[in-house]
């Protein structure tokens, strides 16, 4: 993994993408407390005052890189910091269904304390068996995982070179990010990122690697 240069004025020490595709995966910021203890799914929430404060760090860790385009899964939660980012450059944030969370059926928009009070067998099953259990009515994390990657599919021609940021929920990001790296779905928590995290995949014809992740995780609040 390559190391990173923090506030140094030559901004990054990882090369810039060449002949590969850089990937920077960002977590939708802090959710606010009523939404955080929701099964949010698919659906929209608010950020927390915290997770605004993380758009601004974005844009401060991200000031220095050339990013060819922001996408972005269509949530509010996502949509909103992609705009930021995007407009910040001069560009539009690019969102795309496909990149929307897994949809938690019946569950969706529910809290958890609600949702585990009434149905604790099939929430044990759910993460017992995550990533591949389905919500009931809804989608599995590994249905969610297998729309980005036909995001990607579609995005990727024509990619090598550039830089491009993707605005996602966590667990499809940590899915994705799985995928990518050809691990099994179930251990996709091991390259998870907390909310409003970011991290970078370079991505080549025959593979990928993980250029930086979570940087930000030694700066002090």
Do not use: Y
Not at 30 to 36: I, K
């Amino acid at each position: 993994m390559e190391a990173w240069a923090g506030e140094r004025e030559d901004g990054l020490v990882i090369p810039e993408p060449t002949d590969f595709c850089r990937l920077w995966l960002l977590r939708h910021p802090e959710l606010d407390r009523t939404h955080a203890e929701c099964a949010v799914g698919s659906g929209p929430a608010e950020l927390s005052r915290r997770g605004r404060a993380q758009v601004l760090r974005w844009l401060e860790l991200l000031q220095p890189v050339a990013l060819a385009a922001v996408h972005t899964s269509p949530q509010p939660q996502c949509l909103g910091p992609a705009r930021a980012l995007a407009e910040a450059r001069g560009q539009e944030a690019l969102a795309d269904e496909r990149l929307r969370d897994q949809h938690m059926g019946r569950w969706q928009g529910r809290p958890w304390s609600d949702v585990m009070r009434d149905e604790d067998g099939a929430v044990r099953t759910f993460f017992a068996e995550f990533g591949e259990a389905r919500a009931p009515d809804g989608e599995s994390l590994g249905d969610g995982v297998e729309r980005v990657l036909a995001w990607w599919t579609a995005t990727m021609p024509g990619a090598a070179g550039k830089a491009l940021a993707v605005v996602l929920p966590g667990s499809l990001l940590a899915g994705f990010a799985a995928a990518m790296l050809g691990m099994r779905l179930s251990r996709c928590l091991s390259v998870q990122v907390p909310h409003g995290g970011l991290g970078a995949l370079d991505v080549f014809q025959n593979g990928v690697r993980i250029a930086t992740w979570n940087p930000d995780a030694v700066r002090a609040d």
